[in-house]
């Protein structure tokens, strides 16, 4: 794990296009830890065979290597996975901290623009660019640590896996008041395991299958905790001090 320090950091932005990013505002953390690589297959199914997790893989032959990310798992396994190594997900906003810095960046190196040899994307070829040489029409990811490190020592901040993350999804930051906006936010209800009125979680950091544009740190998107129907999503975990 790596230790991000705890201050205040630019979370959001006042793109236009993406209302559910603004608006751009400091926000406080306290310091915490959090996984350098995104949890592989190996490490996955290391916990399945413990009895600890349950059972997931993904429906693609070719995206079950060991050490790829572990795919397609829903948000209550990539949850319950943490647990068991006595962790937990991050937040959105450590995550997004620990991809920008406290300088809202946009991306896990800093403003340079994406592209393959930092993260594995989407580029101009399509959804195998970064990896190249495979045929299957979804592309795919690679191997976790495959592109230089980011800010804090941390791997595949950008690209590579969408990830999950703790907080329910809310549209509009400034509505969700001092449950999204506070010191150490953890999103609607304060982080609690049912969320009335709230059906979708957060997931963050960009992957194989989306341009450099999805991949920036502020960006958001949301989904079913069930995964249903299922995504390829991946995950890392985080621990408080």
């Given amino acids: ?47 399945v065979k413990s009895g600890a997790c349950q059972l997931v893989q993904s429906n693609y032959l070719h995206m079950r290597k060991p050490d790829f990310p572990q795919l397609k798992a829903n948000w209550f396994q990539a949850r319950d996975y943490c647990k068991a190594q006595g962790k ?25 623009a994406a592209d393959c040899s930092l993260a594995v994307i989407k580029d101009k070829r399509g959804k195998r660019g970064c990896v190249g040489g495979f045929i299957h029409d979804t592309g795919t990811v690679a191997n976790v640590g495959s592109r230089p490190a980011g800010r804090y020592g941390l791997f595949d901040m950008t690209g590579n896996a969408h990830e999950w993350v703790a907080d329910w999804y809310h549209p509009d930051y400034q509505k ?15 982080g609690r395991d049912t969320c009335p009125g709230f059906g979708h979680k957060v997931i963050k950091g960009g992957s194989w299958y989306w341009d450099a544009d999805w991949a920036r740190a502020a960006k958001r998107r949301d989904w079913q ?12 975990c985080a621990k408080s001090l």
């Fill in 225 to 236: 905790p069930s995964n249903e129907p299922p995504h390829h999503f991946g995950f890392r």
């Fill in 88 to 112: 937990r997900l991050p937040t959105e906003a450590e995550f997004e901290k620990a991809s920008r810095g406290p300088d809202g960046e946009l991306y896990s190196w800093g403003n340079q």
């Fill in 176 to 190: 969700c008041g001092v449950d999204c906006n506070g010191r150490d936010p953890q999103g609607p209800c304060a």
């Fill in 1 to 47: 794990m790596a230790c991000v320090p705890g201050g205040f950091f630019w979370r959001g932005s006042n793109d236009s296009q993406w209302k559910d990013e603004r608006p751009a505002m400091q926000i406080e953390l306290s310091t915490f830890l959090i996984d350098k690589y995104e949890v592989t297959v190996r490490k996955y199914q290391e916990c």
